[in-house]
């Protein structure tokens, strides 16, 4: 008899709610957008980021030996580093709310006008390096198909045979990944394990280089996508004939962004516009990267296979998070502030993607008592580094096979395992494996 190493796996219950059901728990009101409380966010995210650059700009005035007295040169340069430092941080953060407010101008969610919704965030993304109306193609058609193995854009899992294992062996583990042998715990460990280090590293990288790589090279992308799939191409498979204009139109915003760019440099110098610009821009792309990262990925989250998807459970794929509150209440508040919620609402930007952030909070109080019926959880953990890298470990590959799967960790364990209800039997509440 083969040893094998047992899973303590939950039970996921897959739902079966119909949008009527949740969408009409959320009150009418919350429906409204207005041009004007939308612009007033997004002009306050300015007005707080431009208050953190005079602050950064006055505190790099006083370290100086004239103004200030410490014990060695060197230290006045690390004073100047860390200020900067942390106006790259909290410009970032704060940015990263601008580039929400662009998204829901994609959505529609901005304004009842649509001119106005697209102007705005044209402006708005392509002064964040974000190609507006190609980018807002793709991620429509990933709201319509979260957690589709063969139709969702981007973080979409990876399958045994695209990571280049073995094939399942049925003698040897189990499909839904409640156990393993030793013999194939360890294969799966020499071809996916990683070291503490080497996870660190894994997943700062794609922080860092994720975003810009999905938008070139389809990186994390749909993987039936022919090679060279990448978000500035008119041609390119995500778009229609119809939607050609609006490709150039949005790289007509990226090279205008980067002549802008070009011209900052050679009136200010690299070093102020790296400096004032460029690293909050890579704090945007890490926070944008970390948000959507830990909204979709997770060993307890499903992904479904044609047969059993419906768009109800795909919007339930995701779960919600606190930003930064991991760091306790104060910044788990800040985060969420500065960031429109985007992260703490998700689930119901999902089931309704035309709500904006402001009236978000009620509409997602409403639907989570419908979601509470079925039992599921709503929450992940805490949004943070330590999270990120806590689920880039667990989160290895899918089975080939199978109608609902969930992540398999460098082991070859899931942590979950779906389950139906019964709709033929006469108690609704019995479940049945499937």
């Not at 660190?200 to 994720?210: D, K, V």
């Amino acid at each position: 008899m083969v040893a094998k190493t047992d899973s303590e796996q939950g039970v996921y219950v897959v739902p079966d709610f119909t949008v009527k059901q949740l969408l009409s728990a959320i009150p009418a009101h919350c429906h409204k957008r207005s041009a004007l409380r939308s612009s007033a966010h997004a002009v306050w995210n300015m007005v707080v980021i431009g208050a953190i650059f005079k602050a950064a700009t006055y505190a790099d005035s006083l370290i100086n030996p004239q103004t200030l007295s410490l014990p060695h040169p060197a230290l006045y340069t690390f004073a100047k580093f860390s200020v900067w430092a942390l106006y790259g941080f909290w410009t970032g953060l704060f940015a990263t709310g601008l580039w929400v407010v662009a998204h829901e101008c994609g959505h529609q969610a901005f304004s009842d006008s649509k001119f106005i919704n697209n102007a705005v965030g044209w402006v708005l993304h392509s002064a964040l390096g974000v190609p507006y109306h190609s980018w807002r193609i793709t991620h429509a058609k990933h709201h319509a198909s979260t957690g589709h193995m063969t139709q969702d854009q981007v973080f979409v899992p990876s399958t045994r045979s695209e990571r280049g294992l073995k094939p399942f062996d049925p003698k040897r583990e189990d499909l839904l990944g409640a156990n393993v042998s030793e013999e194939v715990k360890k294969e799966l460990w020499d071809a996916l394990g990683d070291s503490p280090l080497g996870a660190t590293l894994g997943f700062f990288s794609y922080l860092i280089a994720g975003w810009p790589l999905y938008l070139m090279f389809n990186s994390s992308g749909q993987a039936r996508y022919p090679a060279g799939t990448n978000h500035f191409a008119p041609k390119a498979v995500m778009f229609a004939p119809h939607q050609w204009g609006q490709i150039i139109i949005s790289d007509v915003g990226i090279f205008l962004w980067i002549a802008a760019l070009v011209a900052s440099v050679n009136t200010w110098g690299l070093a102020t516009v790296f400096r004032v610009y460029i690293v909050p821009y890579f704090w945007v792309n890490h926070w944008l990267v970390l948000i959507t990262f830990l909204q979709h990925t997770d060993p307890i989250l499903p992904h479904y296979r044609a047969s059993e998807f419906t768009f109800t459970r795909g919007a339930l794929a995701t779960l919600d998070r606190s930003l930064l509150g991991d760091l306790g209440p104060v910044m788990g508040w800040i985060g969420a502030h500065a960031t429109m919620g985007i992260s703490e609402t998700h689930i119901l930007h999902h089931l309704c993607s035309k709500i904006p952030h402001y009236n978000a909070w009620e509409a997602s109080a409403a639907v989570r008592k419908v979601l509470a019926t079925g039992g599921m959880r709503l929450d992940g953990n805490p949004g943070g580094w330590a999270e990120m890298y806590r689920v880039y470990k667990e989160c290895k590959f899918v089975e080939d096979e199978g109608d609902v799967v969930f992540y398999k960790n460098a082991y070859g364990l899931a942590k979950m395992r779906p389950v139906f209800n019964d709709a033929t039997a006469s108690d609704s509440g019995i479940e049945v494996d499937k």
